[in-house]
């Protein structure tokens, strides 16, 4: 069995309180996970989202491990989360999260001064 997670329901997340929200994801061997929402994008008219995952304490993890999924919304609304099974997909939604990060660390940067 993987660590890796499984997809998994999220429930509906406001945007500006995404700092606050964590999702509890299910992995291949039946443990949990809880996480931290980083941010929800879009890449070719399709949405992901980022993941952070928290030790035990609730803590964010020093390796600096992601995890990014599809993510959708039925139609009342309810979100959830796709594997991204794809290299080529994964590689491209990969570069764009670095490029995310990249325009919040300028962002950081231009704010301090």
Do not use: H
Not at 24 to 38: F, H, Q, R, V
Not at 63 to 68: P, Q, S
Not at 85 to 109: I, K, N, T, Y
């Amino acid at each position: 069995m993987s660590d890796t997670p499984n997809t998994a329901p999220l429930s509906s997340v406001d945007e500006d309180d995404m700092d606050d929200v964590r999702v509890t994801l299910s992995l291949d061997d039946d443990s949990e996970i809880e996480c931290k929402i980083l941010t929800i994008f879009e890449l070719d008219d399709q949405d992901y989202i980022a993941l952070l995952p928290l030790d035990e304490s609730g803590e964010e993890n020093q390796e600096g491990e992601v995890f990014i999924y599809r993510f959708s919304e039925d139609s009342e609304g309810t979100p959830s989360l796709e594997n991204i099974d794809s290299e080529e997909e994964f590689e491209a939604v990969a570069e764009r999260f670095d490029e995310l990060l990249d325009e919040a660390e300028w962002e950081a940067l231009l704010d301090d001064d």
